[in-house]
């Protein structure tokens, strides 16, 4: 009704930012292959890039040379052409 935002769209990097003339969509600061930034701590990421994880942090590390997607430096989601997770596991090390 006051030509506010009322959501950004998450993967967008674009953070809700409030304001006493409503709310805007404001840019997510640079973060390094970060697709988007936190809601409460902009230098923070939420959602990294393919291949990317999330630290403790809230930086996003590369993953494993033979994964695809991960969600740490050594549990693999996906994995890299010529490599399988093992038989009846989602996650776990690319062989």
Do not use: H, R, W
Request: with cysteine; net charge negative.
């Amino acid at each position: 009704a006051d030509s506010s935002c009322s959501n950004c769209g998450q993967g967008l990097n674009y953070v809700l930012a409030l304001s006493s003339a409503g709310a805007t969509c404001a840019a997510c600061p640079s973060l390094a292959n970060c697709v988007q930034c936190d809601s409460v701590n902009n230098y923070k990421c939420s959602i990294c890039k393919n291949s990317f994880y999330i630290d403790a942090a809230g930086v996003c590390n590369g993953c494993n040379s033979n994964c695809t997607s991960c969600k740490s430096s050594t549990v693999c989601t996906g994995c890299a052409p010529g490599f399988t997770l093992m038989e009846g596991y989602s996650e776990g090390t690319c062989l």
